[in-house]
């Protein structure tokens, strides 16, 4: 198979799961398992985890870019797959505590307010953007399509950077006001 067909083939695939992901998302957040007649305790310990998640795939999206640019590709590949996985985790993390957990209101005023939800409003946007950027990504360089792929990983890169970083932020911004 030519990476032309390879590419092709997984389209479809990164399409549906692009689509898929943030409307199952979006529908999980407003799951309470609660109202489905399990007594469960809020998963109050994943936003520190989730947090952690994130602040440590943007310290591997920076090393991957170190190691490629030292020509360690094997290293690069293996900081971006796991970059990916845990980007996974957060994402079933997220999902688990919102699905136990009423959602937490931002308590500051003022300023702080406006930059929270601005931070919060790109990193929401740019979280769903990153998702087809990212698989694309990946398969051109799995189909080893490499100056297709560093032409897109130079879009998807600093995106993805961003919310990985804004993650964390949000999380330190809103810990104060989670219910203990």
């Known amino acids: 198979m ?11 695939w990164i399409i549906a799961v692009s689509i898929i992901i943030p ?17 469960v305790e809020p998963l109050s310990f994943l936003p ?3 947090a952690t998640t994130n602040g440590i795939t943007a310290v591997l999206l920076i090393a991957a870019v170190i190691a490629i640019k030292n020509g360690k590709r094997r290293l690069h ?5 796991s970059a990916i ?6 994402l079933v993390m997220y999902v688990a505590y919102h699905m136990t ?5 931002f308590g500051g005023e003022g300023v702080i307010k406006y930059v929270y939800y601005f931070i919060l409003f790109t990193h929401i946007v740019l979280s769903i953007i990153i998702i087809p ?12 399509v490499f100056d297709k792929h560093k032409k897109i990983a130079r879009i998807t890169f600093p995106i993805w950077l961003y919310v990985a970083v804004t ?13 203990r």
């Open 85 to 90: 996985a845990l980007s996974v985790a957060f």
């Open 77 to 81: 590949q293996t900081l971006m797959t």
């Open 133 to 144: 950027l990212v698989l694309v990504t990946y398969v051109r360089a799995w189909a080893q």
């Open 48 to 50: 520190a985890i989730y």
């Open 23 to 39: 409307v199952a998302v979006a529908f999980l957040f407003g799951v309470k398992l609660k109202d489905f007649g399990y007594n």
């Open 2 to 12: 030519n990476e032309q067909s390879l590419e092709q083939k997984y389209n479809r």
């Open 101 to 105: 957990a009423d959602s937490t209101k």
């Open 167 to 179: 993650g964390v932020v949000v999380y330190l911004m809103i810990s104060p006001y989670y219910v």
